[in-house]
Antibody, heavy 125, light 110 residues
Framework: EVQLVESGGGSIQPGGSLRLSCAAS????????MSWVRQAPGKGLEWVSS????????YHADSVKGRFTISRDNSKNTLYMQMHSLRAEDTAIYYC??????????????????WGQGALVTVSS | QSVLTQPPSASGAPGQRVTISCSGS????????LNWYQQLPGTAPKLLIY???QRPSGVPDRFSGSKSGTSASLAISGLQSEDEADYYC???????????FGTGTKVTVL
């Protein structure tokens, strides 16, 4: 059974830093890309970052580029999100998601096929 | 900000059919596969439809998806009370080089 368990959330002041972790089990972690998706209170879903199988390629939404860094440790089956210069608008539940798919012939077919339960990050003074 | 547009709400009586639309552009829906996610109250999202119309194992065939051009739709037939949830469409966007989600639709069973 696929399990994704986020940790590291909490309350932090604006400008602070936080690192989220996502422990994966039930599948071969090193064979799949991974992503972070967040959801502000009462709002919709927003993709944040994705990382390739090896970790060589990373992608970030413009809203977090330069402040957040996604990484992974395949030896520990763990995904990370290092967050710096946090703002009030970063307050959200952060979900890690197993990511499948690829681009072929000009068409990209990616999907988030399993999600963790989420970690709440609150940025407030 | 969401790039894909959905109606904020939809509703139907038990047993009825409900359809949710998702409108995008050539850089996302028009070029790439579309997925749908279901988020039950207080829980994490769950993959409902992938590659426009495929259902993951365990998803009832009451749920179906389709895509045409830069728009897509999710249909729920034989609506049940447990279908009350928020539904989001999503796709890869070539211009943004990232994933984009729809604005979300809250489905209410009357």
């Amino acid at each position: 059974e696929v399990q994704l368990v986020e940790s590291g959330g909490g309350s932090i002041q604006p400008g602070g830093s936080l690192r989220l972790s996502c422990a994966a089990s039930g599948f071969t972690f090193s064979n799949y890309a991974m992503s972070w998706v967040r959801q502000a209170p009462g709002k919709g879903l927003e993709w944040v970052s994705s990382i390739s199988v090896s970790g060589d390629s990373t992608y970030h939404a413009d809203s977090v580029k330069g402040r957040f860094t996604i990484s992974r440790d395949n030896s520990k089956n763990t995904l990370y999100m290092q967050m710096h210069s946090l703002r009030a608008e970063d307050t959200a539940i952060y979900y890690c998601a197993k990511t499948r798919g690829s681009c072929s012939g000009g068409t990209c077919s990616y999907r988030f096929d399993y999600w963790g339960q989420g970690a709440l990050v609150t940025v407030s003074s | 900000q969401s790039v894909l547009t959905q109606p904020p709400s939809a509703s139907g009586a038990p047993g009825q059919r409900v359809t949710i639309s998702c409108s995008g552009s050539i850089s996302n829906i028009g070029s790439n596969s579309l997925n749908w996610y279901q988020q039950l109250p207080g829980t994490a999202p769950k993959l409902l439809i992938y590659n426009n119309s495929q259902r993951p194992s365990g998803v009832p065939d009451r749920f179906s998806g389709s895509k045409s051009g830069t728009s897509a739709s999710l249909a729920i037939s034989g609506l049940q009370s447990e279908d009350e949830a928020d539904y989001y469409c999503a796709a890869w966007d070539d211009s943004l080089n990232g994933h984009v989600f729809g604005t979300g639709t809250k489905v209410t069973v009357l």
